[in-house]
């Protein structure tokens, strides 16, 4: 949409960022650190945010060796014809895990293939490489924040860091965003917000990071991109496809 004439601005940040999941929190948290002011917004209500990277198993794919996983990754999407460049920063997001693990996750990851015998992610030993027979299969690894799943405790890692910056980064639930706002060349250059049965425009002066997850609650959605009629989702109850 685009501001009215007699519209105005009701808050301006740098940074706006939809979606307080996972990737929301990681984008406000890096955005913040950069020296940004940053809103947060989510649909759901205080304790329920945290959309599926909350339910789910916590798990981090990752590897030990660029060149091999590289090839695995390769075998593994073929014959798709996959971006080079897109695989390729993939793959060294991967490698670069355990590291970023201990410079922003607080501690050195658990690796679930430096420990074999733990009998509390013995299902994940299994489950690592899909694909086992394909080259570089080998340094595939799943990495955790401890030896448990399912447990939301990657997640409240990622939330608290947002909450230890909130200085800089404000938070407000029951908040879903409506529509993205564009100046006459298309440039986006805020949200508008509904909180308490109101409308808010806000201006986002750096950008707008959308971060609102799939559509999986929205049976119209699920029935024309999925062709299912019946389908139930096992997570968050808040994620409908705004995006
Ligand atoms: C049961 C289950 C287990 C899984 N296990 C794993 C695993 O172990 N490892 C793995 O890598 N992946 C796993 N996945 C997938 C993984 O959970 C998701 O890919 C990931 O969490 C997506 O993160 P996200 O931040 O993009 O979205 P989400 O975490 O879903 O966050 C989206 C957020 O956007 C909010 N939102 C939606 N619409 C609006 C709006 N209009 N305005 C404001 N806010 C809005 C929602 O409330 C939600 O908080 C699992 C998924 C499920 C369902």
Not at 98 to 109: N, Q, S, W
Request: charged share 25%; glycine share 10%; proline share 3%.
């Amino acid at each position: 949409m685009f501001l009215k004439d007699n519209e105005s601005w009701n808050a301006t940040y740098d940074v706006v960022v939809i979606g307080f999941g996972g990737a929301g929190a990681t984008a406000a948290r890096f955005a913040a650190d950069k020296g940004a002011k940053v809103l947060l917004v989510d649909s759901a209500p205080e304790g329920h945010e945290g959309g599926n990277t909350r339910y789910c198993g916590q798990i981090v794919e990752a590897g030990y060796d660029y060149e091999k996983l590289k090839k695995y990754y390769q075998k593994m999407t073929a014959p798709l014809d996959l971006d080079e460049q897109v695989l390729e920063t993939f793959v060294k997001g991967m490698v670069n895990l355990p590291d970023y693990f201990e410079k922003y996750l607080g501690g050195k990851a658990f690796s679930v293939k430096n420990n074999p015998g733990n009998k509390n992610v013995a299902m994940l030993a299994y489950m690592s490489a899909e694909y086992p027979e394909f080259e570089g299969a080998d340094t595939n690894d799943d990495l955790l924040v401890h030896d448990q799943i399912f447990d939301a405790a990657l997640w409240k890692k990622l939330r608290q860091n947002v909450l230890d910056r909130s200085d800089k980064i404000d938070v407000l639930y029951s908040t879903p965003a409506k529509h993205l706002i564009q100046d006459t060349d298309k440039t986006i250059i805020g949200v508008q917000i509904k909180n308490k049965g109101k409308l808010f425009n806000v201006h986002a002066k750096n950008g707008v990071v959308l971060a609102l997850g799939g559509f999986e609650n929205n049976e119209q959605m699920v029935q024309d991109y999925l062709g299912e009629t019946n389908l139930l989702p096992y997570g968050t109850l808040y994620n409908n496809g705004d995006g």
